[in-house]
């Protein structure tokens, strides 16, 4: 329409809005807020809350992720005293709890998968998750490898037989990863717990992830400012993985110093290798659950989240406590 000036006068156009994701819009929120990465034991993307003019009063300690500490530090307590009780008591008594808990894991894991329309078949994986454990304490590292392959394909076969066609390769190969995520790296806790002072491995290895765990939390809440892979674990630091890395490493120390004749550079070397691990196997497990998009495996585990939300680091370590153990103590 015409100005009083003779002007021709246009409304305003608005330009569309960009249109993102729901993960690129998390972690554009995440980016522009001020929060400590390694401030907690979670990995997903805390939703955003507008500000409220009276904070809420909490009826217990809750850490920025949103995790209940005395809970949370109750059950870690509690879990760590039971295996490591069960490890001392009897080395077929901790297999066989081992095996149990694994088949947790890959029905936890199978129903997390369900989102992203991902699916894996829990028979054949937990007879090959029995299978493991049973071939590992009877044959040793050979009887793993072999369970290990005849589980690969006994999962394969399994879902090629099924009538569904859609997603076979996909489907396979997920039952795979499952298989040598959970009960394979598992499995070398048995050969700790099987060889000489097998009980005493499986404490320094639990101890340094444990350690690590603890001193990346503390360091990162105090320190953290640099970020490790923010991609992946936007709550991680490398000043909360250095914390971790000395706290873990002190602690196996410590523990070989006492029960292996004072030998500490063994539970040293130990605990500075399962740090590094029980990292990188907990970014692998923030990396999965950011591609199937869950922030936690499950709610079984209060205060903690899922078996696999505690798993994950340890998972990682024990092949490698196993192979540093085997350089200075032998194998068996």
């Not at 939703?47 to 949370?72: H, L, T, Y």
Request: net charge negative; aromatic share 6%.
């Amino acid at each position: 329409m015409p100005s009083l000036h003779g002007e021709p006068v246009f409304a305003p156009v608005h330009e569309p809005a960009e249109r993102v994701s729901a993960a690129e819009a998390r972690e554009r929120a995440l980016a522009e807020a001020d929060v400590p990465e390694d401030a907690v034991d979670g990995d997903a993307i805390d939703p955003v809350v507008a500000p409220v003019d009276a904070p809420v009063e909490q009826i217990a300690p809750v850490s920025r992720g949103g995790r209940n500490m005395p809970i949370a530090t109750m059950m870690g307590i509690s879990i760590l005293v039971g295996a490591l009780a069960i490890a001392w008591w009897n080395a077929l008594a901790f297999s066989i709890a081992l095996i149990v808990v694994c088949v947790a894991a890959t029905y936890e894991w199978k129903k997390a998968l369900l989102g992203s329309s991902r699916r894996i078949s829990l028979t054949p994986i937990a007879l090959a998750t029995v299978g493991m454990g049973v071939a590992t304490w009877t044959g040793g590292p050979e009887g793993l490898v072999v369970a290990l392959l005849v589980g690969c394909a006994g999962v394969v076969a399994w879902r090629v037989a099924d009538e569904r066609v859609e997603n076979t390769m996909a489907d396979s190969m997920a039952s795979i990863l499952t298989l040598m995520w959970i009960p394979f790296l598992a499995s070398f806790l048995i050969l700790m717990e099987t060889a000489e002072s097998g009980w005493i491995r499986v404490l320094i290895v639990v101890l340094a992830v444990v350690g690590n765990d603890t001193g990346g939390l503390f360091a990162g809440m105090l320190f953290g400012k640099h970020k490790m892979a923010p991609r992946v674990s936007p709550k991680k630091t490398w000043e909360g993985f250095a914390g971790g890395l000395i706290l873990g490493t002190a602690a196996a120390a410590l523990s070989a110093w006492w029960l292996l004749d004072e030998r500490w550079w063994i539970g040293a070397a130990v605990g500075l290798a399962c740090c590094i691990a029980a990292v990188l196997g907990d970014l692998a497990e923030s990396a999965l659950k950011r591609d199937i998009q869950v922030k936690d495996m499950s709610g079984a585990i209060p205060g903690h989240g899922g078996i696999l939300d505690r798993l994950d680091s340890i998972l990682v370590a024990a092949p490698v406590g196993y192979v540093v153990f085997a350089l200075f103590l032998g194998a068996s």
